[in-house]
T-cell receptor, first 110, second 115 residues
C-alpha cells in the first residue's frame, strides 16, 4: 500500500530556533495536507497544497510542495513553546480516504 | 456551524469485553466519516471510512467493525476486545471539496485502555 514517511521522528529545539519536517511519498500526489496535534489533543488541519512547487505561508510556518509532487516540507521560523506538538502530513489514498504520515514530534525547550 | 461529538471520552475495559464508540456530526449533510486509531506516541491508522448510510470500507482486518445507521452517526464496535486494541480512537468527518480534496475535521477522541 501507499507509504508516507516523515523525518525526523522527533525534534527537540531551543525556543527561537528553526524547525523543519519533511514528508516523502513513494507515489506522485494529487495534493498534500498538513495537520498539527497538540499533546493530548486531536489533529487540526493546517493547510493543503495542490500545485507543483507551491509555497504557502501562515505567519511563522512555511509549507512547500515539491516540484515532482512526491514530497513536502513544513518549516517553522523562530519556534515558540506554542509550537509544541506532532505534525502530520496526509496524502490521498483514494477519492475519499487520507493516509497520514508517521508524524514528527516537536518539543520546544524554553 | 459544523460540530463533531465523540463519546465516551475515556474508558477502561477488560480483555474480552465488548466495545461501542459513538460519533455524531451536526451542521452538515452526507459527510464522509472516518475512524482512525492512534497507539501511544504513534501515527494515525485509518480503520474505517464511510461515504453514506450503510456503506463501510474497512482498511485493516481485525476484530473491530463499524456501522453507519444514520447519515451523521458513525459507530465503532467490537465483540471481544484485545489488549492490542488499546489506543486513542478518533472520529473525523469531511466533505469533498475543491479539486477532489477532503479536509478532515476530528472529534476530541476516545481514549481506550484494555486491561
Amino acid at each position: 500500500g501507499q507509504q508516507v514517511m516523515q523525518i525526523p521522528q522527533y525534534q527537540h529545539v531551543q525556543e527561537g530556533e528553526d524547525f523543519t519536517t519533511y514528508c516523502n511519498s513513494s507515489t506522485t500526489l494529487s495534493n498534500i495536507q498538513w495537520y498539527k496535534q497538540r499533546p493530548g489533543g486531536h489533529p487540526v488541519f493546517l493547510i493543503q497544497l495542490v500545485k507543483s512547487g507551491e509555497v504557502k505561508k501562515q505567519k511563522r510556518l512555511t509549507f512547500q510542495f515539491g516540484e515532482a509532487k512526491k514530497n513536502s516540507s513544513l518549516h517553522i521560523t523562530a519556534t515558540q513553546t506554542t509550537d509544541v506538538g506532532t505534525y502530520f502530513c496526509a496524502v490521498q489514498g483514494g477519492t475519499y480516504k487520507y493516509i497520514f504520515g508517521t508524524g514528527t514530534r516537536l518539543k520546544v525547550l524554553a | 456551524s459544523q460540530t463533531i461529538h465523540q463519546w465516551p471520552a475515556t474508558l477502561v475495559q477488560p480483555v474480552g469485553s465488548p466495545l461501542s464508540l459513538e460519533c455524531t456530526v451536526e451542521g452538515t449533510s452526507n459527510p464522509n466519516l472516518y475512524w482512525y486509531r492512534q497507539a501511544a506516541g504513534r501515527g494515525l491508522q485509518l480503520l474505517f471510512y464511510s461515504v453514506g448510510i450503510g456503506q463501510i470500507s474497512s482498511e485493516v482486518p481485525q476484530n473491530l467493525s463499524a456501522s453507519r445507521p444514520q447519515d451523521r452517526q458513525f459507530i465503532l464496535s467490537s465483540k471481544k476486545l484485545l489488549l492490542s486494541d488499546s489506543g486513542f480512537y478518533l472520529c473525523a468527518w469531511s466533505v469533498l471539496g475543491d479539486k477532489g480534496a477532503n479536509v478532515l475535521t476530528f472529534g476530541a477522541g476516545s481514549r481506550l485502555t484494555v486491561l
